[in-house]
T-cell receptor, first 113, second 116 residues
Framework: AQSVTQLDSQVPVFEEAPVELRCNYS??????LFWYVQYPNQGLQLLLK??????LVKGINGFEAEFNKSQTSFHLRKPSVHISDTAEYFC???????????FGAGTTVTVRA | GAVVSQHPSRVICKSGTSVKIECRSL??????MFWYRQFPKQSLMLMAT?????????EQGVEKDKFLINHASLTLSTLTVTSAHPEDSSFYIC????????????FGPGTRLLVL
């Protein structure tokens, strides 16, 4: 079984400032890692994913994440946020055997002018 | 690519009635779809895994007779909430695994269900 911990429930940030959303996971097997974004009253949109290979993954909208196996982390970063980045962000892991996702509790990012 | 739709986006029904929610993969074939439930300000809770041509697999604590799932084709899965009650009010989201990109779930826009 896997579990995901998102260490920050809310992250307020000013426009054009950098942001980092922390995600740690636990698993007895190798996992796939994902970040999704959810805008109000909408479904989830895939930001990026790590399956294998390079530990630095670049996604859409200027986001990137780094897989750190020794620290079992997959933190999400963006160097300069926009007002439109205000949303809920979910980190998730899946078991390669069944592709079921386990989600973190989510981090609410609020970008202010 | 990898677009998933849901219908309806919002539904209000009376207690005791049944509601059907459709989940479609628009530009790819999906052998496996998932159904989630999300309460306000919370994360997604997996309800069941829907496999084309076979019975759905339900997560522990989810009543299979209350939440009927049918995956009749490679592009359509349906969730029927039977004899709905106010406590079934929630945001229901589906996702689909692609044939070519089997490790990634693509999500629909969700269906807001309100049972009066």
């Amino acid at each position: 079984a896997q579990s995901v911990t998102q260490l920050d429930s809310q992250v307020p940030v000013f426009e054009e400032a950098p942001v980092e959303l922390r995600c740690n996971y636990s698993s007895s097997v190798s996992v796939y890692l994902f970040w999704y974004v959810q805008y109000p009253n909408q479904g989830l949109q895939l930001l990026l994913k790590y399956l294998s290979g390079s530990t630095l993954v670049k996604g859409i909208n200027g986001f990137e994440a780094e897989f750190n196996k020794s620290q079992t982390s997959f933190h999400l970063r963006k160097p300069s946020v926009h007002i439109s980045d205000t949303a809920e962000y979910f980190c998730a892991v899946s078991d390669p055997n069944d592709y079921k996702l386990s989600f973190g509790a989510g981090t609410t990012v609020t970008v202010r002018a | 690519g990898a677009v998933v739709s849901q219908h309806p986006s919002r539904v209000i029904c009376k207690s005791g009635t049944s509601v059907k929610i459709e989940c479609r993969s628009l530009d790819f074939q999906a052998t496996t779809m998932f159904w989630y439930r999300q309460f306000p300000k919370q994360s997604l809770m997996l309800m069941a895994t829907s496999n084309e041509g076979s019975k759905a697999t339900y997560e522990q604590g989810v009543e299979k007779d209350k939440f009927l799932i049918n995956h009749a084709s490679l592009t359509l899965s349906t969730l029927t909430v039977t004899s709905a009650h106010p406590e079934d009010s929630s945001f229901y989201i589906c996702s689909a695994l692609g044939l070519a990109e089997q490790e990634t779930q693509y999500f629909g826009p969700g269906t807001r269900l309100l049972v009066l």
